[in-house]
């Protein structure tokens, strides 16, 4: 019986949580603890948000350092699941015109001391400016890579070529 009864309140909150996620449109603000999924994607109160105008590197894609292997995709994500622990993250889902194409949702997050969570990223050298969608994080870029942190203390492919290397496809 208790079986039967917790089946379908699962299913529901299921339901629910999709259903929330599918409603977030540009402009709309979304608001609580972020769970970390990738090195640039995480899920805000049920809504899966991958950080606007950055990329970050891919599962398996490989970095170099010292010309010895390392994993960047680990550091990156580890990166952002601090940026993002002291508290609430705050998105504002932005307007891409490829989102009913890709399916996804993007957004500029601020972390609970309203720093942007992108340009943390891309100042530490943890991921790239994606200027396919603004070139807003170029400048500070720029500055990692001459102070050469995160990803510019080595060699490696951008995320976005990895991605489409191994699949085929762009992003």
């Not at 970390?36 to 970050?56: E, H, P």
């Not at 580890?78 to 504002?92: D, F, K, M, Y």
């Not at 991921?127 to 203390?153: C, M, N, S, W």
Request: charged share 20%; aromatic share 8%.
């Amino acid at each position: 019986m208790f079986v039967r009864g917790i089946l379908p309140l699962l299913l529901a909150i299921v339901i629910a949580s999709a259903a929330h996620a599918q409603q977030a449109r540009p402009g709309d603000v979304v608001t609580g603890p972020a769970r970390v999924t990738d090195s640039d994607k995480m899920v805000v109160n049920g809504v899966y948000i991958l950080l606007w105008g950055v990329d970050g590197p891919e599962k398996g894609q490989p970095c170099y350092l010292n010309n010895q292997l390392y994993d960047c995709h680990a550091i990156a994500l580890r990166e952002l699941q601090i940026l993002t622990a002291q508290g609430p993250v705050t998105c504002t889902i932005e307007n891409d015109p490829n989102r009913l194409r890709r399916g996804r949702i993007y957004g500029t997050c601020t972390s609970r001391d309203g720093k942007d969570i992108a340009e943390q990223l891309v100042r530490a050298g943890h991921a790239l400016a994606f200027v396919d969608q603004t070139d807003k994080y170029k400048p500070i870029e720029a500055i990692a890579e001459a102070d050469k942190v995160g990803l510019f203390r080595g060699s490696f492919m951008e995320p976005w070529a990895f991605a489409t290397a191994i699949t085929g496809a762009n992003q």
